[in-house]
């Protein structure tokens, strides 16, 4: 039997584009209407928010626990977080877990360096692009990773929390992505991380000047190879 996957939840939209994602490109794997066993425990966004408002990453990694021991006690082998953000959190929360995460940062680097990308833009909240959630991973591969400017961060940082967090797709809101991948694209960058897990909600390949990299399916496909390739 493939392992049992564990989806700590943060926002609904991510969260839940994380979990179809395994469901439907499971049957690819395990045959047609198949997937590994799935369970999620969402604590809600509001708490999280209210530490990372503050900067308190230990608050953010206590509410992750909380998830990973409750998804721990029903059967799940193994945990990802469909939240960018929230991965700064996971050096104070893998020493006290229960169980091995996958980590999102690994699964996006993993496969710019397969497809040969070098310089690759980061979209996101300000707390994640200013952070070196990406740096760091992308560093270990040879990858550099490059940031919005200090207005681009507070604008793409408003949208995720007063739009996409709260489903409300605007039109104003993929051309002000559409933007700055288009400026990425002028500083050199060939490709862009959807680094907040509701960007694919409202940009892909196809409608961006740069190839993306997105951040919620990679980390779905990579919790899939490794539940299956347990069997």
């Known amino acids: 039997m493939p392992l049992h996957i564990g989806i700590v939840g943060c926002s609904a939209e991510g969260a839940a584009l994380c979990y179809r994602t395994i469901c439907v490109e499971g ?3 395990l045959g047609p209407h198949a997937h590994p066993e799935v369970s999620m425990h969402t604590i809600s966004l509001g708490e999280y928010l209210k530490c990372t408002g503050r900067g308190d ?18 059967g799940a082998d193994f945990l990802i977080c469909p939240a960018n953000t929230m991965h700064q959190a996971l050096p104070h929360v893998v020493p006290r877990s229960p169980l091995p995460w996958l980590h999102i940062a690994d699964a996006v680097a993993d496969e710019a360096a397969a497809r040969g990308l070098r310089r690759i833009g980061i979209l996101g909240t300000r707390w994640l ?3 070196e959630v990406y740096a760091e991973k992308f560093a270990t591969r040879g990858l550099e990773a490059v940031r919005p400017n200090a207005e681009e961060r507070d604008e793409l940082h408003r949208i995720i929390l007063d739009e ?3 489903n409300i797709f605007k039109p104003a809101a993929v051309t ?4 700055v991948i288009a400026r990425l694209k002028d500083a050199g960058c060939d490709a862009v991380v959807l680094a907040c897990t509701e960007i694919p909600l409202i940009i892909s390949d196809e409608d961006s000047a740069l190839p993306t990299l997105d951040s919620t399916r990679l980390l779905a496909r990579a919790a899939l190879r490794r539940a299956v390739s347990a069997r």
């Open 27 to 29: 049957a690819a794997l």
């Open 57 to 74: 990453w230990q608050g953010v990694a206590d509410l992750m626990l909380t998830s990973a021991n409750k998804l721990a006690t029903i």
């Open 129 to 131: 692009i200013e952070s």
């Open 164 to 166: 996409l967090n709260r």
């Open 176 to 179: 002000y992505h559409q933007n």
